[in-house]
């Protein structure tokens, strides 16, 4: 019987290895099969060790009793973090006030000192009277333009399959974008149903239609923008008004991002997916505010051609996931390769509760992302008390210039997070575990340190992705 359990536990630690390297050779990943295959050896090693040399039958007991008692300690759950079960509200501690969308970096680079008359106007009120110091600085960027010159993807030489990927991607939030606000109709009374029912339906429509993750918060007005501020649609006399009057409810949407699309950052192939995802993002957040519509209530879209809010906070407190040090949501079964998407609503539904995953206490050891990110704008620091809420405060400018660089969106922190890596069976195990094990969340930073090393390098991608003299002329280490 002895002889026959440490057969058995050999066989186990066999069958992970081997799962392990499978999986981390499909990842393209380039350290971590070396220890898969390693471990692999090892356990065959182990298997003839018992069965041809009983001396080493005690040695082998041991190891299995201590690896046995490891596990143990890993599965002792622990409490789940206080903050993070609090939503977003967890992380404010000071005198927290809305932000402007006038101070965020896209709709500063949207004004222009020339256009109409409109245009013109709040150029000068925002530069003249509000940010003076900013003008300088801003010129220069709106010069280089959001993904640089010759219409992005500098750093593959514009590689126009994947540039226009992006481009026609991007389309359909232009087409779509002017039709974010859906009302009911006159005849369209708002029809009475069960908050529990109403909530399972459009749960599952979202679904249905093509979100990967779906959850419902109230709407914090904190989360609101103050003032409008990003204007796509020549519609100037917007800018500054003042945001009063939105809807009770989120129904906040995530869509994942193809791993190896993502895993190809800074490279073409990341910001092709990231505008895919931003065209799903804006099919499926209208496509629900005219199901609320039609069902006699209003429905706001929230996309890239408009945002209320600030989503990362709406979906935290909807119960998808938690901000890491990036600033991306990092989601629980996709990690920081979601976008994020939702429709306001007065319908009335039934709120989903914060959730804590171990991302917060991860990444305050794990500093991969700012480790690896090309422009430096990740702190490498602790949190820090930004208009009352505690975060790692990011620098946008600075990553807005890389952005402008190499022309496409980055994404080397997103792909580097090891909460992004593919829903297989082995991340499968390590996510719940750090979701539950506070041993976990101490360790597993250190580990996955050597299981995939500190530093991101872009993985090559299939052929019908590939750039010109792709990404096998040179290994590129952030």
Known sequence: MFVVLLLVSSTIMFMFALIFT?????????????????????SVILIISII????????????FGLGGIFVLVVLIPGKPYARAMKGAMGHVIGNAKRFDERDVVFARLRLANEGSADQKECYKHYYKEMHPEREEADVIRREKGMLGKNGGGAIDNSYPPN????????????????????EPQPDEKPMKMDSAKSTEIAKNYAKHIGADLVGICKVNPLWIYSHRGEIHFDNWDDWGKELTDFPPYALV??????????????????????????????YLSISMARWFAHMGYQGVAQNTRRYDAILSPLAVDAGLGEVGRNGYLIAPKFGTRVRVFATL??????????????????????????????????PLDDKVVHNGVKKWKLNEESCFEYWSKVGTDCSVCMAICPFARPDTFSHRIVRRLMARSPVARALFPYMDNVLYGKKWRPR????????????????ESY
């Not at 041809?52 to 190891?63: C, D, E, Y």
């Not at 540039?163 to 859906?182: C, E, K, N, R, V």
């Open 22 to 42: 499978i999986e981390s050779i499909r990842e393209k990943e380039p350290r971590s099969p070396m220890f898969g295959a390693a471990g692999i050896a090892f």
């Open 52 to 63: 041809f040399i009983p001396v080493l039958r005690i040695p082998v007991a041991v190891f």
């Open 163 to 182: 540039i226009s990927m992006l481009h026609s991607a991007f389309d359909i939030p232009d087409l779509l974008g002017p039709h974010t606000t859906a």
């Open 253 to 282: 949407m995530c869509t994942e991002m193809n791993w190896e699309h993502v895993s190809s950052a800074p490279h073409t192939p990341a910001v092709a997916e990231s505008a895919n995802n931003y065209a799903k993002g804006a």
């Open 345 to 378: 609503t007065d319908m009335p539904l039934i709120p989903d509760k914060p959730i804590s995953i171990g991302a917060d206490e991860f990444c305050r050891k794990c500093k991969k992302c700012a480790e690896s990110c090309p422009s430096k704008s990740i």
């Open 460 to 475: 090559k991608v299939s052929s019908w992705l590939d750039w010109s003299n792709g990404s096998k002329t040179k290994k």
